[in-house]
């Protein structure tokens, strides 16, 4: 099992950053591959951004590259997710995943998930 603990969320004016922790215990860090999704109310739970176990590809959705980046620090079991240039539109609850070794962008995909954190951007 891998339990998964977020924070950092929080509320933010348009055009100023975020960043989200992810703090893992239960597995080896360095096994797992990470994930980022949020939720806006009334819609579906939508892919943000992920990174593999190893190697440098990070995935990102189109509506956050080049304003958000994925970071893992294997030695302390922490994913970040640094999210600049907020937008309104980017208000949701966060939650981070892990599912073994290998980057995936769906959620159906992750096995472990976090209990999310609320990020809400103002106008």
């Known amino acids: 099992q891998v339990q998964l603990v977020e924070s950092g969320g929080g509320l933010v004016q348009a055009g100023g950053s975020l960043r989200l922790s992810c703090a893992a215990s239960?597995?080896?860090?360095?096994?797992?591959?990470m994930g980022w999704f949020r939720q806006a109310p009334g819609k579906e739970r939508e892919f943000v951004a992920a990174?593999?176990?190893?190697?440098?590809?990070?995935y990102y959705s189109d509506s956050v590259k080049g304003r958000f980046t994925l970071s893992r620090d294997n030695a302390g079991n922490t994913a970040y997710l640094q999210m600049n240039s907020l937008k309104p539109e980017d208000t949701a609850v966060y939650y981070c995943?892990?599912?073994?070794?290998?980057?995936?962008?769906?959620?159906?995909?992750?096995?472990?998930w976090g209990q999310g954190t609320q990020v809400t951007v103002s106008s």
């Open positions: 990174h593999g176990y190893s190697g440098p590809n990070t």
């Open positions: 239960g597995r080896p860090f360095s096994n797992l591959a």
């Open positions: 995943a892990a599912r073994l070794f290998i980057a995936a962008m769906t959620s159906d995909e992750y096995n472990y």
